[in-house]
């Protein structure tokens, strides 16, 4: 497995997947996946309701570990870690933040203090520097303000900084969640579905966002989504996942001309 | 409209006291003399039941009418009102010597009142250290701790057990007891980091009964339900001193002991430490998920919590010189977690509120004797029914941003 891992570290992929496979009892939700993501890309992975996308987002953040297969990251410093089994704060602290398909904010903080969370694993104040305050403490703490605020900014929510996230427009709830993961300095970006339930003008602007993003932050990012007019025109390549299984991949056009995908997606029946 | 309003409350008080009357028919109306062997009917007896019930149904009604009127207008309203006296308490020009002029009248208490007022507000103190604790546990980090007095428990019991075997004093085991709870707190805290909510509550419920079994049992180690007397009082570098100068240097080392809490509390509450408890507490997978450290955040909740009720119970071990297991029930553990609830979770000013609350009232209403408990009872459903986010909310800070660094 080490050997596999080296040859891999070229610096040419941040993410690897390899054969992973996830049981829940009985059930097979993820069937030998194999995925990668490349430094600076935006990679989508697409598939109808129930095809295991979230499964997977779960099996590579921690959630979940998966039964059989590899998941290796590639930090921008430091050795390649195999990250399947890993505590999920820690595949965090590693560099891969993800935000959630049902939004997931903390919702009696503010929306500044949403994203201050995401600073959490970049900054060390313990319980007797929080009591005592001295001035490292104080200097991280503003530092955690500005940066979070910062972060805020970048997503266009600095004037709803101190609103408490609950009383956040839906949209706004969207990119604060993706402010507060960015927070966390990430090298790869996890998105899952962060268009659903927006409308097309919404959607737009949350492609805009997400490339700037990806040319300011230099992430990489893999995102879920249903809109398939965002992820024909965002990303560099696309897997599609059909009960557990990829069943297709390549740029979005290849993947649009695959018979396999649009049966996935159509249907051979009528009524889709 | 209002007058709909009007008459559609009156059916309601009316029904509702047809209704008590009838259900109180046997305990108010009917007497049986068993000796005499008469049955006396005191009719008179159904029209106050009646008449009483009526009144107080229909205030009751248009009370909730009120407050439902004022929830769904804040509803509304998109940027939360904040009240003239949180605005009054929270501006530093007020609040610092608001809290001064506070802590000299504590300051001054002993000299112009007598020892047993000074000894009842030593108890309330103790109440404010152990709802300050619980709050951290079950306000901040949201881990409902049904057993929150074992902890009490483990500090009150290491300061007698040293003090009998070893005569230890006061000051020595003050910091073991400090110890001791931490390491109670991140025992409990081990099994039971995977649960949540009712399951957590049930597991600690357990732990809080074995700790009391345990003392009660096992008599060889506790002294069974006879307890442990004549523990000393605090040292006062060898002097001797009557009881009446011990309730007063009990209760400045409690004053001292209390703002230290306060102190630390409220540090630890607007602290990266804090946010990360207020994370757990709103949702645990987004706050793993965005690199917390779930296990640390909750076994550092845990072991505060703990920590400051064993400190309390050293205190209340050396302040009664006499501890037995019964001080230690399930009741504690309600009522500390009632005052945390009633004061608003998270709040440290509500919870310190809360503990003078529902310490001091059964002390104060012991003029109305029987009456005592169901007026304090009464008073917790008032304010659950109409405040239900407790005595004072608490209130997020507000950051101050340096907008030149952050572009």
């Known amino acids: 497995m080490a050997q596999n891992m080296n040859e891999l570290n070229n610096q040419n992929t941040v993410l690897s997947v390899r054969n992973v496979s996830m049981n829940f009892g009985g059930l097979r939700a993820l069937s030998e996946v194999d995925l990668d993501v490349h430094p600076g890309e935006v990679v989508a992975l697409i598939g109808p309701n129930g095809a295991g996308k979230t499964t997977f987002f779960n099996c590579i953040t921690g959630i979940y570990t998966p039964t059989e297969g590899v998941v290796t990251a590639y930090p921008k410093t430091g050795k390649p870690r195999r990250i399947n089994g890993m505590r999920t704060n820690l595949v965090c602290e590693l560099g891969m933040a993800r935000t959630f398909q049902n939004i997931r904010l903390f919702p009696s903080m503010t929306a500044l203090e949403n994203v201050m969370i995401g600073r959490h694993c970049r900054t060390k104040t313990g319980i007797l520097g929080a009591v005592l305050r001295g001035s490292g403490t104080r200097r991280e703490e503003q530092e955690v303000v500005d940066k979070s605020y910062e972060m805020l900014t970048k997503v266009g929510l600095e004037k709803l900084a101190n609103e408490y996230s609950r009383n ?102 009528d009524d889709a | 409209m209002v007058a709909a309003n009007i008459i559609k409350h009156l059916k309601g008080a009316l029904i509702a006291s047809i209704w008590l009357a009838f259900l109180t028919l046997p305990i108010m109306v009917i007497r049986v003399d068993t000796v005499e062997k008469t049955v ?83 108890s309330a103190l103790i109440y404010v250290v152990l709802g300050l604790g619980l709050n951290i546990t079950v306000g901040l980090a949201g881990l409902l701790d049904l057993g929150y007095v074992a902890f009490y428990a483990v500090g009150a019991y290491t300061y007698a057990l040293l003090n009998y075997h070893f005569h230890l004093g006061f000051w020595a085991v003050l910091p073991m007891g400090a110890v001791m709870g931490a390491f109670f707190g991140i025992l409990l805290g081990f099994p039971v980091l995977r649960l949540r909510g009712d399951y957590l509550a049930i597991v600690t419920l357990g732990f809080g009964q074995i700790i009391r079994l345990v003392l009660e049992n096992w008599s060889a180690f506790s002294f069974g339900p006879s307890g442990i007397s004549n523990i000393d009082r ?94 230690f029930t399930f009741m504690e553990s309600a009522m500390i977690l009632a005052i945390v609830v009633l004061g608003g979770m998270g709040s440290v000013l509500g919870v310190i509120l809360g503990a003078f609350m529902l310490m001091l009232l059964p002390e104060y209403l012991r003029a109305f004797s029987e009456y005592r408990m169901l007026i304090f009872g009464a008073t917790m459903v008032l304010i659950m029914v109409f405040r239900p986010q407790g005595l004072v909310r608490a209130k997020r800070k507000v950051y101050k941003i340096n907008t030149e660094a952050a572009g």
């Open chain 1, 168 to 269: 956040l427009p839906y949209g706004a709830q969207r990119r604060l969640e993706i402010a507060r993961a960015l927070a966390t300095e990430p090298f790869l970006l996890l998105l899952d579905e962060p268009a659903a339930g927006m409308n097309p003008q919404e959607t737009e602007e949350l492609k805009q966002m997400v490339i700037r993003i990806r040319e300011e932050f230099k992430v990489s990012v893999l995102l879920i989504e249903h809109d398939m007019k965002m992820v024909m025109s965002l990303s560099d390549r696309i897997y599609v996942m059909e009960y557990g299984r990829i069943i297709s991949t390549g740029t979005p056009k290849e993947v649009s001309e695959d018979p396999q995908v649009i049966r996935a997606y159509l249907g051979e029946d």
């Open chain 2, 40 to 122: 006396t009917w005191r009719w008179m007896h159904l029209a106050y039941m009646a008449v009483g019930s009526f009144v107080l149904a229909f205030i009751w009604n248009i009370f909730l009418e009120r407050r439902d009127r004022g929830q769904a207008k804040k509803a509304l309203e998109t940027v939360e009102r904040v009240s003239a006296l949180s605005q009054f308490l929270s501006d530093p020009r007020f609040a610092r010597p608001l809290m001064a002029f506070g802590f000299l009248v504590a300051a001054a208490f002993p000299w112009f009142f007598s020892m047993y007022q000074t000894n009842i507000l030593v």
């Open chain 2, 234 to 327: 605090p040292g006062l570098f060898g002097i001797t001193y009557s009881v009446e100068q011990a309730t007063t240097y009990m209760y400045y080392i409690m004053l001292a002991l209390v703002v230290l809490t306060i102190f630390v509390t409220a540090r630890l509450k607007d602290s990266r430490i804090g946010r990360a408890w207020l994370a757990l507490r709103e949702d645990e997978i987004a706050c793993q998920a965005m690199g917390i450290d779930n296990t640390r955040a909750k076994l550092m909740a845990f072991a505060l919590g703990a920590t400051l009720a064993s400190l309390m119970g050293v205190v209340f071990a050396a302040k009664t010189t006499f501890i037995n297991p019964a001080s």
